[in-house]
Each structure stands twice: as structure tokens, then as C-alpha cells.
């Protein structure tokens, strides 16, 4: 089956208001900003998106954020985004701060048909007790909080039970797909790509190089194609660097 579409417009076109997105990237790395950049344009708003973070503030979902399209955050960080910040704290985002690796649990057990798992992350915290502002008033007073979780004792140790993920959507970037949808990461991209995919039940996959089925060595696959429903042509140089820190040079003195 040729899960190629025309363009990203065409990917997204029915993603209606109020659906939750699982969205993968880190910081900037591995973003699929041509889906979200396409997603802008719709104007869909009342999203709730399941991501490690929101981008930074002029790009990635903090395009989307900017726009006033999300409704609630599920991340395990604020990271550079300021007005995901600001939002949070003014009340006007619901935001649901989760430990990065029971997010990636989450996510892969939805993606795997396992509806909920225990993990000792989080014992003898918030997280544990509850009461952890999901959503301010404008009074500045938590109007929402997070409930307390269900703890079991194992082998003499505590664990929460945390609930598994899965979204209506996924939106994703790889390196390579073919056209029966076969996804290559590259490096660090991969991150939670492939998460993602997994728990979306309608997935969307950016991809810089797109090849015929056959052309990806089946051990090269990180993704198989039973997960991915739509793909598109990505440009392979949209990408941006989060925060660029170099080392200024050494005197020719120091390098002796």
C-alpha cells in the first residue's frame, strides 16, 4: 500500500478540533515542523498534545502554543519555551509535568496495547501524592491538580501505576520512509519518534528522503510500516539548533 500523500496540507486536513496529538522530537531535535507548520495554517485549536516539550517560542509547537491552538500539555519539560511558561502560570494552559522516562513508557505501552504499567518513578513525591498544579487560576491558586496515584508494594519496593498513552493522532519525522511506510531515524532524532508513532492510532510521518519498498535492508527498519498511515516530503534542511554553544578559541600558546 502507497501511504504517500500530495503534501502535509493534505495529511492533516482532518485533524478536528479538541484532538489529542502525540508529537515526537527533543527540544528541536527530530520535530516534524512541515506537519506542524501545516497544522498552523488550519487554524485548529482546542489541541491536546502529548510531547517531550513545546519547541521554543517561534518554532515547532511553540508555533501552535503562540496561536493559542493547544489546550493542554502533557511534557516532561518547559524547556526554552518562555510563553509556555507564561501560559502555564497565567492559567490559560493545563500542562500535566510527567518523569521523561515513565512519558516514554507511556507512550510505548499505548502503542503496544498495554493500558497501564507500575514504575518506581515518582514514589514519595507529587507525583505519588497528587496536588500538582495542572492548571492555575488567574487568581494565581491551582484550579486544577494532579491526583494522587495508586502505589503497590514489589519485592519490598514502592511503584505507581501510571496510565498508558494513546492519541488520535502522531506526528512524527524520520530520515528515510519507503512508501509502504518503513521508517529509518537518524541518531539522536530518533528520540521519541518512534514512541510517538506507536500511540497515535492515525500516524503522519514527515520524511527527508522517501524510497521504493524493497530499498531499506528489512534489518535497517527502527519502525514498522503497521504503524504509519500517511506520509510526506519533508526538507531535509528545516531544522534549527535549540541553543548553539561553541568554544572560543584556545591562545596558540594553550595548544603547545
Known amino acids: ?64 502554543l503562540r ?9 516532561s519539560y518547559v524547556g526554552e519555551n ?32 498495554i493500558p497501564a504499567f507500575f514504575t518506581p518513578a515518582g514514589v514519595g513525591t507529587q507525583v505519588e501524592t497528587g496536588g500538582l498544579p495542572w492548571r492555575y487560576a488567574a487568581d494565581g491558586g491551582v484550579a ?33 520512509a519507503d512508501r509502504h511506510g518503513n521508517l529509518v531515524f537518524h541518531a539522536a532524532a530518533r528520540n521519541f519518534n518512534p514512541l510517538a508513532a506507536m500511540a497515535g492510532r492515525t500516524t503522519l510521518v514527515e520524511a527527508e528522503r522517501i524510497v521504493e519498498p524493497g530499498e531499506i535492508p528489512p534489518d535497517a527498519v527502527h519502525l514498522p510500516g503497521v504503524y504509519v498511515d500517511r506520509i510526506v516530503q519533508a526538507d531535509p534542511a528545516d531544522k534549527r539548533v535549540e541553543r548553539r554553544t561553541v568554544r572560543a578559541d584556545r591562545p596558540a600558546a594553550e595548544e603547545n
Open 144 to 176: 486544577l491538580a494532579s491526583p494522587p496515584k495508586e502505589v503497590r508494594e514489589f519485592g519490598g519496593r514502592r511503584y505507581l501505576l501510571e496510565p498508558a498513552i494513546t492519541a488520535d493522532f502522531a506526528l512524527v519525522r524520520a530520515e528515510l
Open 82 to 113: 518562555k510563553e509556555f511558561a507564561r501560559q502555564y502560570l497565567a492559567g490559560e494552559l493545563e500542562v500535566e509535568l510527567t518523569p521523561q522516562g515513565t512519558l516514554a513508557e507511556r507512550l510505548r505501552a499505548g502503542g503496544s496495547g
Open 1 to 64: 500500500m502507497d501511504k504517500v500523500v500530495e503534501s502535509a496540507a493534505e495529511a492533516v486536513a482532518d485533524i478536528p478540533r479538541g484532538a489529542e496529538l502525540a508529537v515526537g522530537g527533543f527540544g528541536l531535535c527530530g520535530i516534524p515542523s512541515t506537519l506542524i507548520a501545516a497544522l498552523v495554517d488550519t487554524g485548529t485549536d482546542g489541541l491536546r498534545v502529548v510531547s517531550n516539550n513545546c519547541g521554543v517560542d517561534d518554532w515547532g509547537l511553540g508555533l501552535l
Open 67 to 75: 496561536a493559542g491552538r493547544i489546550a493542554r500539555m502533557t511534557s
